[in-house]
């Protein structure tokens, strides 16, 4: 094993999660700190609420990509040999919570981050990408339905572990179905405020594209 490469490699999944997407346009374009309004979060749905449809699309798809651009790190410690190929899925989940936690605890913004959702989809969709494709669309509806995002994320991430348990989505390495399961978990317990909002009929609801301004 190449252990500097590794090293090196898993430090710059957590420096890209740490990307403060949200922060920086809110502060660029709009003069504001996100965090200091709607939610406090610093990610897309708050972006959504306070800064609109345009800034909020874009914050989501930078921290997609933050996600899956962290995930994917775990290929070239494979391609320079750093690790062996029944290693692969190990070090895609490390970098890709690496990444997570640096959405959630980013350093380049006094580690005051978002609840990391749309960082997850990036992740799962580099390591399992036909599974995550039918979890999208299953957000897109429940979006389109509710325009709750919280409770879009928390079905999405729910039918993921669901999925996995199904013939066609079994995956080979059985890390994966309890990893899906933790990771269900874990988005309903960072969204337990929006469950309450949720219950109370409080929870604020995201524009759509169509919705007049």
């Known amino acids: 094993m190449n252990l500097p490469l590794v090293l090196g490699?898993?430090?710059?999944?957590?420096?890209?999660?740490?990307?403060?997407?949200?922060?920086?346009?809110?502060?660029?374009?709009?003069g504001i700190d996100i965090r200091e309004h709607g939610s406090g979060n610093s990610g897309a749905t708050n972006t959504f609420r306070v800064l609109g449809k345009k800034p909020g699309s874009f914050v989501m798809a930078i921290d997609v990509l933050k996600g899956w651009a962290a995930t994917s790190l775990a290929s070239v410690m494979l391609n320079q040999g750093a690790i062996l190929p029944e290693q692969l899925l190990y070090y895609q989940i490390a970098c890709g919570v690496l990444a997570v936690v640096g959405h959630i605890y980013p350093i380049y913004a006094g580690f005051r981050g978002g609840k990391g959702v749309a960082t997850v989809l990036g992740m799962m969709l580099a390591i399992a990408p036909a599974t995550v494709g039918v979890c999208i669309l299953v957000f897109i509806v429940t979006l389109l339905i509710s325009r709750y995002v919280s409770l879009s994320s928390m079905t999405a991430g729910v039918t993921f572990a669901v999925l996995q348990l199904l013939p066609h989505f079994r995956p080979d390495n059985q890390l994966l179905v309890w990893f899906g399961f933790v990771l269900a978990v874990l988005l309903v317990y960072t969204h337990r405020a929006n469950i309450g909002r949720l219950r109370a009929g409080t929870e604020s609801r995201v524009p759509m594209p169509w919705d007049k301004k």
């Open 9 to 30: 490699l898993l430090v710059a999944a957590y420096l890209i999660g740490s990307i403060p997407t949200a922060l920086w346009v809110g502060r660029l374009f709009f």
